[in-house]
């Protein structure tokens, strides 16, 4: 930690017989100090400068004696290498989709923060050049393409300084881009929100290194665009005929297809995230030959890709989301659910390491293998109407239709937050509309029980 003191003493310029021979010496607090010059226009030059710091009641730093004015242009550094700074010290403690998304921020504001865009690479060059290798920790030690290299040597020469960003125009610009996807639309409300807050926290790592006296973000009034309340668009809900239907449409249409019932079972009876049910294994399954069971979610394996996570695998191994690492989620599940998830490990048991859902090669499932089962599903289940709709146009609808089911039947909001892995908070937020739907039923037994007062 720096010790600063505002006891200064500043002593006259002495000439001796040395190669430089003008000698300035000066005492922070106890600490003596000196500086030689080689003539003696400098050494006034730096004894002024001192001179005038002390007047003026600048706190000098008792380490290396100077005032905090020139101990801060002293430290700076440009606003590309503290960003590479704020990556490599958020790395080890993020899990891989974090890793990406710090990238993705620092890739989306450091080109405002340039002297000029004279001889600026086209937008799409200057992303992959700054997210796939300037803020990616594990291509640090890998040989930079040539085209790769230009771009960053440019941003080497041409980023501005970190003191300078305390000039509040150049970070509303910054403010400003994060709210852009890159072919200039208005990104989604989520991510204008996680970007901004990357944003701010290397902004404050700055004041932590004393390149900032503050964070600047604090004194801009900035409201992001408007954006659609996240809320759960009721069309896209399949209600349980149409649900039922899809999961039969992925039983029946290949062996591809059946080996994924169970996993999109999952998804629909217990409000399974996918990367959680990708996890799951066979331990944490209470499966009665009668009545209803028991899930134990406790792991997800979201695909980040092989650059993001420090397996080298494209699925990263993290605890469940927004919650601690070894948090569990008990989710009690139906007959319907407990009998397709038998069926399921008597059919093709389980991946070496207890997985309940492995590939034909006992493989992690992927996106993009039941992305197709169930584009195909659609096609099969749905009339032609609902097809060309957003009913179920992803999977994770289904999630959306398990936890809008339960709130329809009655179940207490704060029953089905814990269930869903959600809080109750975000609950209400998402899923308004459907909670809205029981607005009759709660004012029948309003009615009811005002009547029998009458």
């Not at 080890?92 to 989709?97: E, G, R, V």
């Not at 030690?141 to 085209?147: A, Q, R, T």
């Not at 996680?194 to 006296?213: C, G, P």
Request: glycine share 6%.
């Amino acid at each position: 930690m720096t010790e600063w003191s505002y006891t200064v003493k500043i002593w006259a310029i002495r000439k001796r017989d040395y190669r430089k021979p003008y000698q300035l010496r000066w005492k922070v607090g106890l600490r003596p100090h000196s500086e030689s010059f080689l003539t003696l226009g400098l050494a006034e030059s730096r004894r002024a400068q001192l001179v005038t710091a002390a007047r003026d009641g600048e706190a000098f730093d008792v380490e290396c004696g100077l005032p905090k004015s020139l101990v801060a242009k002293d430290r700076d550094i440009s606003w590309y290498e503290h960003a590479r700074n704020y990556i490599e010290m958020k790395w080890d403690h993020s899990p891989a989709s974090t890793r990406r998304t710090l990238a993705e921020a620092m890739a989306t504001v450091t080109p405002v923060f340039v002297k000029d865009t004279k001889g600026m690479p086209d937008a799409r060059a200057v992303r992959a050049a700054l997210y796939g290798w300037a803020f990616n920790m594990k291509r640090r030690k890998e040989e930079i393409p040539p085209d790769v290299a230009k771009v960053l040597d440019w941003f080497d020469r041409k980023s501005l300084a970190t003191s300078a960003l305390s000039d509040l125009i150049r970070v509303r610009a910054a403010l400003n881009a994060v709210s852009l996807r890159l072919d200039g639309k208005t990104a989604s409300a989520g991510m204008i929100s996680r970007k901004r807050a990357i944003f701010y926290n290397s902004l404050e790592y700055a004041v932590e290194a004393e390149l900032l006296t503050d964070n600047p973000l604090t004194r801009i009034k900035w409201k992001a665009p408007e954006q659609v309340v996240e809320e759960v668009d009721p069309a896209c809900v399949p209600n349980p005929r149409q649900a039922g239907k899809l999961l039969a449409a992925v039983r029946d249409q290949s062996p591809r297809g059946r080996r994924l019932a169970a996993f999109f079972g999952c998804i629909y009876y217990a409000a399974a995230r996918p990367a959680e049910v990708i996890g799951l294994r066979r331990r944490d399954c209470d499966l009665p030959r009668r009545g209803w069971g028991l899930l134990r979610l406790r792991d997800t394996r979201p695909r980040a890709g092989t650059a993001w996570t420090d397996s080298g695998e494209a699925h990263d191994k993290r605890g469940l989301k927004h919650r601690p690492r070894k948090a569990v989620r008990h989710v009690p599940i139906p007959p319907e659910l407990v009998a397709l998830l038998r069926w399921h490990l008597t059919a093709y048991g389980t991946a070496t390491d207890g997985r309940v859902f492995q590939t034909m090669r006992g493989g992690l499932v992927q996106d993009t293998g039941y992305g197709e089962v169930w584009a195909e599903a659609r096609t099969r289940a749905l009339t032609s109407s609902e097809f060309e709709s957003v009913l179920a146009k992803r999977p994770y609808d289904l999630r959306h239709a398990a936890v809008s089911t339960w709130l329809s039947s009655g179940v207490e909001p704060q029953l089905v937050a814990e269930r869903a892995g959600h809080s109750v908070a975000v609950l209400f937020r998402v899923y308004a509309k459907f909670l809205k739907d029981g607005d009759d039923a709660a004012n029948s037994k309003i009615s009811a029980r005002l009547g029998q007062g009458s």
